[in-house]
């Protein structure tokens, strides 16, 4: 069964660091999603990506943070200068062109010291 | 605007006893309905959907669900808890006309008594 990958599972950097998380989407899917999860939180919507660019975001998702999908399989979400509370489960997910049901990967799992 | 309210964030069940996790919804036009498990360490993976089809939705698990309109609800129910049930529920609503981003409630953890 497809499934959505992420890459790294889990990763430690400074704070004023640059970090990019990685994602491998589904592959005949349209629709793509950075959710982040802060320890005890509720998920939260960051950024949906559509056609090769931002279709909608969220006020959490200002100028530190990017999204790109650099070939036809990956995407990723860059964060220019880490935070302390940045750190969080970040999520990506993916749909198809139905947009009904969203798939997400296991996530990778930031801590900004 | 869309929001879900889960009703208590923490729930213990014994083992075989019924499983009810509450959800309610708002949205301003037809919703569709979530229910996500995250196991420990684990990402979100998908129990049931409600996409205007038929009101009680069955999915993986022996999970089920019911769309209730009138009541803006889209309780889960199991009707006997297993061990390997226990693990943090969530339920999401997203825009039935754009599909675009899903709101999350804040998540119920599911504790099973042997």
């Known amino acids: 069964e497809p499934e959505v990958t992420q890459t790294p599972s889990h990763q430690v950097t400074q704070m004023g660091q640059e970090v990019i998380l990685r994602c491998v989407p589904i592959s005949n899917h349209l629709y793509f999603y950075w959710y982040r999860q802060i320890l005890g939180q509720k998920v939260e919507f960051l950024v949906s990506?559509?056609?090769?660019?931002?279709?909608?975001k969220s006020e959490i998702f200002d100028d530190q943070f990017s999204v790109e999908r650099p070939d036809g399989s990956n995407f990723t979400l860059k964060i220019r200068s880490t935070k302390l509370e940045d750190s969080a489960m970040y999520f990506c997910?993916?749909?198809?062109?139905?947009?009904?049901?969203?798939?997400f990967g296991p996530g990778t799992r930031l801590l900004v010291l | 605007a869309q929001s879900v309210t889960q009703l208590g964030s923490h729930v213990s069940v014994s083992e075989g006893a019924l499983v009810l996790l509450r959800c309610n919804y708002s949205s301003s036009v037809p919703p569709y309905l979530f229910w996500y498990v995250q196991y420990p360490n684990q990402g979100l993976q998908l129990l049931l959907k409600?996409?205007?089809?038929?009101?009680l939705v069955k999915g993986i698990n022996g999970f089920e669900a019911e769309f209730k309109k009138s009541e803006t609800s889209f309780h889960l129910t199991k009707p006997s808890a297993h061990m390997s049930d226990a693990a943090e529920y969530f339920c999401?609503?997203?825009?039935?006309?754009?599909?675009?981003?899903?709101?999350f409630g804040t998540g119920t953890s599911l504790t099973v008594i042997p």
């Open positions: 990506f559509y056609n090769n660019e931002i279709s909608e």
């Open positions: 997910a993916s749909t198809g062109g139905g947009r009904e049901t969203q798939y």
């Open positions: 999401a609503v997203s825009e039935s006309d754009t599909g675009n981003q899903f709101y």
């Open positions: 409600y996409t205007s089809a038929a009101t």
